[in-house]
């Protein structure tokens, strides 16, 4: 060994001879080394397979490849996801529309009314009418003093009279009834009807009837009724034709007085171009009910008026 711990003992000092021992010593070690190291590659060289590397590197590819499938994954399924919530949309907007349709439906009087056939009204159909009408809101006195008896009204139209033959059934003495009537701001038959057009008509489809008698119109439409209360006091007229809100106002004011009338015919079986009668309109149902309470019903009470159903 050297002489010092830092001196490794197979060097030798400068200028001391060498020891042939350590020489062969160091040389042995170092083919030692390089021949193992020589088997450990010949070891790896026998073993070593080309099909190895094909193998890793698909396993490699795989891979790098797998993280850009299951980033392609989710677009697919989003795009397959689209189309089922359009498909599932459709039905339920379907679905809507035909309940909307069906209320739509349910809402029209037209469609009901037109599905149903025709019936002539009949005198039991007023007095229900007039019993719903006031059963909520009156006493049962007074419910009994507005009812009213079947000897009250006169025969009903059956839908087969034009309203000329159905004058001259219910009224056979007019021509000795147009004669006697003598009286201002009165008239002999009333005709109450939905509106101004329909007044109209009625004048005209009544000519047969009337013959020289007088025919005032008593509607709002176009005719203030100081105009009408002026003619009622200055002439004489046998009928009048007109909506009941208009001749209520004029019985209100004075302007007519139904003590000599002895006829008061509802245009009852009549339809509008919706179907409607004029108790189907809730503004023409209210006034003529107030009419009817205001002094009609009393009079057909006591047998001076007779109600009729055109």
């Known amino acids: 060994m050297g002489d010092t711990l830092e001196e490794p003992w197979w060097e030798t000092p400068s200028g001391a001879g060498s020891s042939p021992g350590k020489n062969d010593f160091c040389s042995g070690f170092l083919l030692w080394k390089n021949f193992s190291f020589g088997w450990v ?36 399924t989003k795009k397959r996801k689209q189309p089922t919530e359009c498909f599932l949309s459709q039905p339920e907007e379907k679905q809507e529309s035909t309940v909307k349709a069906k209320k739509r439906k349910k809402k029209k009087i037209s469609d009901i009314l037109e599905k149903s056939a025709p019936k002539p009204g009949v005198p039991a159909d007023l007095q229900n ?12 006195i007074e419910i009994e003093e507005l009812k009213l008896s079947d000897s009250c009204f006169l025969p009903a139209n059956d839908l087969t009279h034009s309203f000329s033959s159905y004058l001259k059934e219910i009224c056979p003495k007019w021509a000795k009834l147009r004669k006697n009537h003598k009286e201002k701001k009165s008239v002999v038959m009333l005709v109450i009807c939905s509106s101004a057009l329909r ?16 025919v005032l119109k008593l509607f709002a439409k176009h005719i203030k009724i100081k105009e009408q209360m002026s003619m009622l006091e200055k002439g004489v007229f046998h009928i009048g034709v007109g909506t009941p809100g208009r001749v209520k106002a004029l ?14 015919i509802l245009d009852w079986n ?21 009419l009817l309470e ?17």
Not at 65 to 70: K, V
Not at 129 to 140: I, K, T
Not at 251 to 264: A, F, I, P, R, W
Request: net charge negative.
């Open 199 to 214: 007044s109209l008509e009625l004048i005209k489809s009544m000519t047969a009837f009337k013959g020289d008698c007088r």
């Open 41 to 76: 590659l010949a070891a790896l060289w026998i073993h070593w397979d080309p099909s190895d590397d094909e193998a890793i590197e698909k396993a490699s590819d795989n891979r790098t490849a797998t993280p850009q499938d299951s980033d392609s994954k989710p677009a697919v």
């Open 294 to 310: 205001m002094s009609i019903i009393k009079l057909c009470r006591e047998g001076s008026v007779k109600l009729g159903l055109f």
């Open 129 to 140: 009418l007039l019993s719903q009408h006031f059963g909520e809101n009156r006493s049962v």
């Open 270 to 290: 009549w339809r509008d171009q919706k179907l409607r009668r004029m108790m189907d309109i809730p503004e023409i149902k209210k006034e003529t009910i107030d």
């Open 251 to 264: 019985v209100e004011q004075d302007g007519l007085c139904l003590n000599s009338t002895k006829y008061m």
